[in-house]
Nanobody, 120 residues
Framework: DVQLVESGGGSVQAGGSLTLSCAAGRYTYKRNCMGWFRQRPGKDREGLAVLWIGGATTTYADSVEGRFIITRDKTKDLVYLQMNGLQPEDSAMYYC??????????????RGQGTQVTVS
């Protein structure tokens, strides 16, 4: 079974930063791309960032471009999402997922259990 395990969420004041981690294990070697999305209560899934494993190319949603950075630690099979300049509207459940496109996140996407981020 695929296991994606997120960590690093929490509560932060507006303007603060958090770094989320995703333990993706050997799954990253089977994928061309990995990413992050979030979901706020009553809202649809919002793709945030995608990392193309081979060339390390990244793409970002307009809402987080310039504030969030997606990276990967090859030696530890970890995928990170560094989030800077957090605002209350960034409060959501954040998921590491097997996505290649920030514009569309299918409800069947392989993802972790999520980690909550709250900005006040």
């Amino acid at each position: 079974d695929v296991q994606l395990v997120e960590s690093g969420g929490g509560s932060v004041q507006a303007g603060g930063s958090l770094t989320l981690s995703c333990a993706a294990g050997r799954y990253t070697y089977k994928r061309n791309c990995m990413g992050w999305f979030r979901q706020r209560p009553g809202k649809d899934r919002e793709g945030l960032a995608v990392l193309w494993i081979g060339g390390a190319t990244t793409t970002y949603a307009d809402s987080v471009e310039g504030r969030f950075i997606i990276t990967r630690d090859k030696t530890k099979d970890l995928v990170y999402l560094q989030m800077n300049g957090l605002q209350p509207e960034d409060s959501a459940m954040y998921y590491c997922a097997a996505i290649c496109n920030v514009r569309y996140v299918d409800f069947r996407v392989v993802r972790g259990q999520g980690t909550q981020v709250t900005v006040s």
